[in-house]
């Protein structure tokens, strides 16, 4: 009983076995395009073993339907056999087979009773497109089977990257409709792209950096796929160049990674966010640009499809921390690396390459949708993030605008404060100026008045003391010349080298000529050495030292101690001179140098003096390329 079975298994196999082999594809008129791979049997020649189809007809166990072990990728080139038989029940005899590719590298078509040298189509990858039968951007082979008729067809062919075929057989008028939708939707699609092409070299013209460089150079590369996929490249561009062209696409398909994984990088700024994975961006990076060479040397692109492969867990965590940031535009481009995964590493690497896990399309229709969703999400993103960008600009302009105005405001109120206080300082002038000079002239005139009416005891007394008044007045007017004049007074100084130990003792003698003894007191603090030597007027600046100090013996009140102090440091000589005396106020501090300020006008008369002095020790002092400032000091009056 158990024999009964087995035998009847085996014949079960066998009836099986001899069904597959004499399958068929019956062609009707109420269907346009059929698909051959379901209705015809297989073989994958890795070994280079098949050259001939008879050798299919004398060994027909070598045939067999498709299956998974033909799905396996292989990393070498090698021919792939089908035969089907066409069984014709239409009224259509012209019809046309498809490979879902605008060219092979090999191909040729065999009717059974054909011999083999003499194939009904040929074409090696030398061939030009001048050599196809159909010359349509895409690949058509036409066949012709009487209606009624029952043909079997052998058809030898390869792909690029060993990619599944989509082998479809068409009539006459759905060839034409295919045909025509094909090149509309293409050039369309190339359209779009050179549109949006368009807009990121404009931007990248207005936004020169790295990452908007790589940005166009991967959508260029886009384009060009989209164009060689298409068949344009082949037909327009190098129609006689069949091998050419094949390697430009290999190397077309390995060089996108590459500008593909530095935009991204760029984009998401790794190299500052996230250190550990902008090394591993770099390293695949590195690993696509060392199979480039071995690509286009195999001429297949196997390796760098296992590298896609690979890479899909580094893309997944990528999109994964992409949304977590918060940076303007990153969740749009998070959805442009999911559709990456979705149609090119899942659908056209693992699926489509890989045996056409996936056959809803051909492997061309999902690199361009995958693609061209890809593009004008990273587009949309990148307007996104450049928008940000121009908004943070504007708000910076803004906020440089606002301080600019504000500035020119102040600038504007400073001078209207400045050109007030000039007119006052103008208006005090005159009023110093007149009282300085109405004076000594009262004085003059009384004289002269006392000796026209001859009322003088001594009239040569009076005329000396007209004399004196005259010569006051005008060593006040050359006072006033000097200390207000825009010349350089460095030209009327003397200047000698000498040593300072000698003329600080001889000033500080002359100083406590200066001192009522009973009230006042003088004290000396010099840190100077024997040695020290410096270039300058003594006797300008003995009168700079004496006019300071004698103003502060008279105005700093009774008991006054002044210190003079004589330091040096890197920058020259440092003359400190103090008093014990009431502090002046800010304005007086300010004011101090100017020409014919007095800072209690009254008592500045009684005590005598014309504001001339400190006004004469700034310019004297300016001359040395020095400096003179006044400030309330640790011994409560001026320094």
């Not at 090696?124 to 012709?144: C, G, K, L, N, W």
């Not at 007086?588 to 014919?596: G, N, R, T, W």
Request: glycine share 4%; charged share 15%; proline share 3%.
């Amino acid at each position: 009983m158990k024999k009964m079975k087995l035998v009847s298994f085996l014949l079960l196999l066998l009836c099986s076995s001899v069904f597959a082999q004499e399958a068929s594809l019956s062609l009707k008129n109420t269907q346009d395009v059929y698909s051959i791979k379901p209705s015809a049997l297989h073989y994958n020649d890795f070994s280079g073993a098949i050259s001939t189809k008879q050798q299919f007809i004398d060994q027909p166990q070598l045939l067999s339907p498709f299956n998974e072990e033909q799905k396996k990728p292989h990393s070498l080139k090698y021919d792939r056999w089908l035969k089907v038989t066409l069984v014709n029940e239409s009224q259509t005899t012209q019809w046309y087979l498809s490979f879902g590719f605008a060219r092979l590298p090999k191909l040729a078509v065999y009717w059974q009773n054909t011999p083999d040298e003499a194939p009904i189509y040929q074409l090696t990858e030398h061939s030009a497109f001048d050599d196809r039968a159909v010359q349509d951007p895409q690949m058509y082979i036409p066949i012709s089977i009487a209606a009624g008729e029952t043909k079997t067809l052998f058809v030898k062919y390869q792909t690029f990257a060993n990619a599944p075929a989509n082998i479809r057989i068409h009539s006459s008028a759905h060839y034409m409709k295919t045909s025509q939708t094909s090149l509309l939707t293409n050039a369309a699609l190339a359209g779009v792209i050179a549109a949006i092409l368009l807009i990121v070299v404009v931007n990248l013209w207005f936004n020169m950096n790295l990452t908007n460089v790589f940005y166009a150079i991967w959508t260029f590369l886009f384009f060009i796929i989209v164009v060689d996929m298409a068949g344009f490249t082949y037909q327009y561009i190098w129609p006689s160049h069949g091998a050419f062209a094949g390697l430009f696409s290999i190397g077309l398909m390995a060089v996108v990674p590459i500008f593909h994984l530095l935009f991204v990088r760029g984009f998401l700024q790794l190299k500052y966010h996230n250190v550990v994975l902008d090394k591993l961006y770099i390293g695949f990076t590195f690993l696509y640009c060392l199979l480039l060479p071995i690509a286009l040397y195999l001429e297949t692109v196997y390796y760098n499809l296992i590298t896609s492969t690979l890479i899909i867990p580094l893309f997944a965590y990528t999109c994964w921390w992409s949304l977590k940031q918060s940076a303007p535009g990153i969740r749009i481009f998070a959805l442009s690396l999911v559709n990456h995964i979705f149609f090119l590493n899942a659908l056209t690497i693992m699926g489509a390459s890989y045996g056409n896990a996936f056959d809803v399309f051909d492997i061309a229709s999902y690199i361009k949708i995958g693609y061209l969703v890809e593009v004008c999400l990273f587009t949309i993103a990148m307007a996104i993030q450049h928008k940000s960008v121009q908004k943070q600009l504007v708000f910076q302009l803004q906020n440089q605008v606002n301080s600019l105005n504000q500035t020119v405001a102040f600038e504007k109120l400073t001078f209207e404060q400045q050109k007030h206080d000039i007119k006052k300082h103008e208006a005090q002038l005159f009023t110093d100026l007149s009282h300085e000079l109405r004076t000594p002239l009262t004085v003059m005139k009384i004289q002269v008045e006392s000796l026209q009416h001859n009322i003088v005891d001594n009239v040569h007394d009076s005329y000396v003391k007209l004399m004196d008044k005259i010569d006051e007045l005008n060593q006040f007017i050359n006072s006033l010349m000097l200390v207000t004049s825009s010349g350089d007074m460095h030209k009327l100084l003397k200047f000698k080298s000498m040593t300072l130990k000698p003329f600080i003792n001889e000033v500080y003698q002359e100083c406590q000529h200066l001192v009522d003894m009973r009230r006042q007191s003088l004290n000396l603090n010099s840190q100077i050495t024997e040695l020290q030597c410096i270039q300058f007027d003594p006797d300008a600046l003995k009168k700079v030292i004496l006019e300071v100090v004698k103003n502060a013996l008279r105005f700093g009140g009774k008991d006054v101690e002044v210190q003079l102090s004589f330091l040096q440091d890197a920058g020259g000589l440092i003359i400190r001179i103090e008093d014990s005396g009431t502090p002046l106020t800010y304005e007086a501090h300010q004011q101090l140098f100017q020409p014919l300020y007095r800072q209690e006008a009254s008592r500045s008369a009684m005590l005598g003096g014309k504001g001339m002095g400190l006004a004469m020790c700034r310019k004297i002092i300016e001359a040395h390329h020095g400096k003179i400032s006044s400030h309330n000091s640790l011994l409560n009056e001026a320094a």
